[in-house]
């Protein structure tokens, strides 16, 4: 609170502001006298009862003073000066209340306190007749959580009952009465309960008269309104329901059912017209008894032309002094016309008022209530004409009002009996059709001129038996309100008349709503509930019923409601367009026991305070029947006062707060929310009174005009709406602290400065069209007949201005407004220190304000120039140029520019807009967007002397200046305008200073959108996306006519890099789809390309087409040709190495390819098991080949088809018989032979059997040929052209390149990269560098470097390595794991590994070649025994692994765990056999127990474990004891299958070995020495033990690939042990 104070105290003496003045009602003459006892506190709010009151001061605390009974002390029960309420000391109260006799405060959280009178438990405490100091009141929700509080925002108090508003907008209740609006009979309520009517609703505020109760509700959002037509129970009438939560709220302008109280038609029939039965009605526990007397006098009410719209309803507020008897005063109420000036309104009015109320009641007479006296209550038109009608044209009468300008409330007159009254509410259903069809006319949808009103109101008057005459007239006259509430767009009657009609084309004005400023601003989309007694009138339902629940007030739907005032038996409503005349608008209203204040704008801004009501009589006089009220609010003298801001009224005395204007800071807020009121009046009336009418004329012009004026229209009925709550939150600012630095304009200036815009924008845009002149005839009659009001309107005084000036100086009004806010806020810049920040945050946003207004004033002169320019311009160009949003820049009608080699006769002339350059000719033009144009000067050497080079996508021309200057100002011209072009804020002032400095030229790289027009390629394709002079260059997208796409990267107007592209296939109605590299315009690198027919190609491109190595995928594995290839493609066909999979036929080729056809060596396996290798042909087997079947049946030979024998060959049969000669027919279907058959000899060596596999792969393409595409496209991506030629660093930049621009592409889609792969992409943007000799050290991290590059597929060798992967399981798997392949497989990785080499030993130079040793950097440490003999181990004799640098060693831990599978299963299908063998013998011999087993194998006694150690116990092996001994080297010698490499294997051997020694070692306690005799047998016991499934394999595997120079070292002798133990167990059978 300190800085706040300390603020405020800045701008001036905080002494100065809320002083209290206090007046006694009944007599406006007396002075205001200053409260009694009270000091110099600042008050911000007060509250008056009927004896006492209460004041919020500025620092939080609450003081009581009068008459305060339930004190606890004598003294302090009538104090002399205001008393501190220390209960709530410390607590910072925000708002405060008082009822008749209670009070209520409500704290900065939320806590709402209450004291007083509580005999009806208003006070929310049960059984206590006073609270003496304000008690805390606990509000729980139970729906939420009931341990919550419910926080207040503010509190209303009656005579017997409290209503609190809530932080979440919901109303809660306690005390007695209907007026609390709750669903109970157990009075009182003490516990605050929610009045579940309004739940789910938000309410703005609460107000609370003596016994009834008022609510203010934000109108629910248009969609959320389903208008359902169904009928009352009571009355059989057509209502409108609106659902909320779930109850009903019944709705209709023609019918209304009062909650709790029936009527029914019958009813209303029997009541006659003299004598009325009185009917009575119970309506809640205190029994309030009805009656339906005749009614003798209406209310009228008195006004006065500074009265605003105030709506009064009801009751003893205005007293009158005539009784006016019978209907047939009604006529002279109709013919109010005649009295032209507000003077003679008011004297007639004064003629019309009639006897106090009071006296009335105490007469017998109930007084007639009325509506809130506004012109909504139009009767159903549709009623039959019968009698009833000159009723409902009376009642009519008594209702209307025009809203809001010159009058501010109805005059009524008239004895209408009640029945007549049931006769309006029960008037003939509604047409559904126009129900449903129209809405709501909203806020400002009512006319407000003098002229307006009275017609309407003597057209009421006629009788008139034809529906059309009245629906006719009235749309001319007054608008009128169809029957869905809340509904928010605004349309004229003539529309609705339309929409019955069902004609075509309808206008309407938009919502004028904006959710953004909603949320900070008061809304004015406002409906009013009511609901408590009514007896006086004062709920504004029409009636005097009461109502138990909330209802809406029908007649002030639409009304901008902004504040409800309840006085004791009479409502006020405050409208947010408050005006009365141009002048003078009411702002703040007050509303006592039976009178009312206003407070009013006036010419210097300071506020007139206007009383109402009651007048006690003078000394004397004390006749009661001239007991009467003021005629008219009379303004009380104040103005020596300072300037109000806030009126306060009770019972018998009122009170004002005022501050003193210090500095003149009071008076400048009082000024703009003064000014901002009437700007609000006028914009209104811009809408009522033009817009309005002019949008609802039939024929307003070409659909284009429609729309563009349309667009001004909503564009200003938003900013009116704005100007509004901008109105009504400063009505309530001024109620408040009065800080600068919270005034709206200032904390959300973007708010007000955007709909300025908007506007400005939507208007220029108008004017450029050519404005109001584009209007058809209609509308120019109505401007024409209205040029006076247009001219009063826009304050155009002089008389010969032309219509259309006045017209624009009208719609330019709000730029106008703008240089206001400017000079107001600068004069509140004034009252605070040049350093304060308030200084500084009011210069700024005036300047801000400024700087807009400016601006806007030149987008004016734009549009008025590029008009001008329009109307000289030629016809034909025009209407294809001319557009809305477009601006004249400049242009060459001087001959000041000239084309470069243009013919003599020829015309150029070129026209510069802000979005395009025109180059018009003859009857030609042609449009060049700026966003896609480069304009440079040329330099005087290029012989253009005062040459401009324009380039555009497609054309490049120069253009010839006469002057430099020209050319000077031609190019600034060029270059802003693209430059605006690109930013596209053209239409948006620079807020704020500094970022108004203009770019000296545009940037050659930008993004555009640009169709091509010449171009053959491209013609008519559409381009967005990145641009370097004049070339699409970067990521973009190209859209051509047929459904052709490409998106991605560009260079120089080619499509080059990483793109997707689309080709629509229209036969098959799918499309193709590329998704890889380009280059230059067409497909080249990697890419994948899925076809229409659905086959999938994934490869490499050049040229469009599919040329390296590739994988295509032909249909869905259910289709009927699924098929694979995977290998080279030249120039679109299969060319080089291939493997080709049919999966139909389960056959799968290994070969050469030529043209699409298998040509030249190859190998095919089928799924039977087949197999053959040799030449092939045209797709065919010819020539020489061997097949081989299942069951190695040999056939060696000529073919001539496949599978089809021809010619010479032998056939040899699985036992060694063979058969030589000439052999036909196809293979398994019985073949021709002749020939001779050979049975050998049984007793030649069985050496010679298997001759014939060992000729197997002669015919087959050998290792090195294969993938010969793969590997060239790993050295060209390194920069090589041929394997090994090329420079180092160039392969090292382009991996480098490649890493980068890959990771760039993920980057887009970083959920193709984990977390580990991007940080070995980070580690292998090192480049291992290697300097001095070559060592382990350095082995080692090319090692760990070659890891990590095969990793990740974005390095070129580990892409190598992907693709190698693949295409080896696509070879070896499914129908190739054929056992006869295995030779094929085992070549092919050696291959591998060979050509691998080749790579990395480009890359790193320093490596050794194959099989040379790198010298160790450090002496072995200790010298180990070896393992067999007793000699120290010598290098020269078994090198250690890992120090001869091969192939094997550095890329197999690569390679082969990636291909192991495919490979390990060939060698289990090989050894099928054998290993069947082994594993029978290993399950026999392991049935016997360890000791029995080591006997059998004949391992030395001294070997045998005699105990084991068996969890730290050591154990006796006993006879029985199994799978015990050497335990550790069995689960060590198991290893071997968790590993892949032959190395790795070895190691395993190894330790296997070393484990056994170290059992032998702990048993026999001694060092020795191992022969190879003692070793065998305990190795062979270890390997049984171990039952390996698969050993066989393991072994042939090994041997395989084992590096050469590890034979003879000991790892070798250890390996053949293990051999030798595998191949004697296959023997172990024989014994």
Known sequence: MDSKKRSSTEAEGSKERGLVHVWQAGSYSVTPERLPGWGGKTVLQAALGVKHGVLLTEDGEVYSFGTLPWRSEPAEICPSSPILENALVGQYVVTVASGSFHSGAVTESGIAYMWGENSAGQCAVANQQYVPEPNPVSISDSETSSLLAVRILQLACGEEHTLALSLSREIWAWGTGCQLGLITTAFPVTKPQKVEHLAGRVVLQVACGAFHSLALVQCLPSQDLKPVPERCNQCSQLLITMTDKEDHVIISDSHCCPLGVTLSESQAENQASTAISPSTETLDNQGEVFENTLVENDLPVAT?????????????????????????EISSARNVPSYPDTQAVNEYMQKLSDHSVRENSENGEKPMPSQPLVEEAVPNLHSPPTTSTSALNSLVVSCASAVGVRVAATYEAGALSLKKVMNFYSTAPCEPGTQAGSSSIGPEGLKDSREEQVKQESMQGKKSSSLVDIREEESEGGSRRLSLPGLLSQVSPRLLRKAARVKTRTVVLTPTYSGEADALLPSLRTEVWTWGKGKEGQLGHGDVLPRLQPLCVKCLDGKEVIYLEAGGYHSLALTAKSQVSSENGVWSVAAGQDYSLFLVDTEDFQPGLYYSGRQDPAEGDNLP????????????????????????AGKDSYLALVDKNVMGYIASLHELATTERRFYSKLSDIKSQILRPLLSLENLGTASTVQLLQEVASRFSKLCYLIGQHGASLSSFLHGIKEARSLVILKHASLFLDSYTEYCTSITNFLVMGGFQLLAKPAIDFLNKNQELLQELSEVNDENTQLMEILNTLFFLPIRRLHNYAKVLLKLATCFEVTSPEYQKLQDSSSCYESLALHLGRKRKEAEYTLGFWKTFPGKMTDSLRKPERRLLCESSNRALSLQHAGRFSVNWFILFNDALVHAQFSTHHVFPLATLWAEPLSEEAGGVNGLKITTPEEQFTLISSTPQEKTKWLRAISQAVDQALRGTSDLPPYGSGSSIQRQEPPIS???????????????????????????HGRGVLKWPDGKMYSGMFRNGLEDGYGEYRIPNKALNKEDHYVGHWKEGKMCGQGVYSYASGEVFEGCFQDNMRHGHGLLRSGKLTSSSPSMFIGQWVMDKKAGYGVFDDIT??????????????QGNGVVVTQFGLYYEGNFHLNKMMGNGVLLSEDDTIYEGEFSDDWTLSGKGTLTMPNGDYIEGYFSGEWGSGIKITGTYFKPSLYESDKDRPKVFRK??????????????????CWRQLGCENPGQGEVWKAWDNIAVALTTNRRQHRDSPETLSRSQTQTLESLEFIPQHVGAFSVEKYDDIKKYLIKACDTPLHPLGRLVETLVAVYRMTYVGVGANRRLLQEAVKEIKSYLKRIFQLVRFLFPELPEEGSTIPLSAPLPTE???????????????????????????????????????????????????EDIYWECVLRLNKQPDIALLGFLGVQRKFWPATLSVLGESKKVLPATKDACFASAVECLQQISTTFTPSDKLKVIQQTFEEISQSVLASLQEDFLWSMDDLFPVFLYVVLRARIRNLGSEVHLIEDLMDPYLQHGEQGIMFTTLKACYYQIQREKLN
């Not at 390629?1017 to 990145?1026: E, N, P, T, V």
């Not at 197997?1256 to 595409?1269: I, Q």
Request: one cysteine or more; proline letters at 6%; hydrophobic letters at 30%.
């Open 304 to 328: 006065d032309t500074n009265v605003g719209n105030v709506q009064t309803t009801g009751g003893d507020a205005i007293p009158s002094q005539q009784d006016i008897v019978g209907t047939t």
């Open 625 to 648: 029947e001239n007991h009467s009220g003021t005629k008219t609010p009379v303004l009380l003298s104040c103005s020596k006062l300072g300037y109000i801001s806030r009126v306060t």
């Open 1006 to 1032: 930008r993004s555009a959108k640009y169709t091509f027009y010449k171009d053959p390629r491209l013609k008519d394709a559409a381009y967005d996306g990145r641009w370097l002079s004049g070339k699409p």
């Open 1145 to 1158: 036929r389960g056959e799968k080729y290994m070969g050469m390819w030529q043209d699409d056809v298998c």
């Open 1256 to 1273: 197997l792969g002669n015919l087959a393409v050998s290792a090195d040929e294969k993938w010969k595409a793969v590997f060239d496209e």
């Open 1424 to 1474: 180990r025994k070896s393992f067999c003999t007793g000699k120290s181990d010598s290098r020269s004799e078994s090198p250690e692994p890992g120090y001869v640098v091969t192939s094997s060693g550095l890329l197999l831990p690569v390679l082969l765990p990636r291909l192991y599978p495919p490979l390990f299963m060939l060698y289990a299908l090989d050894n099928d056999r054998e």
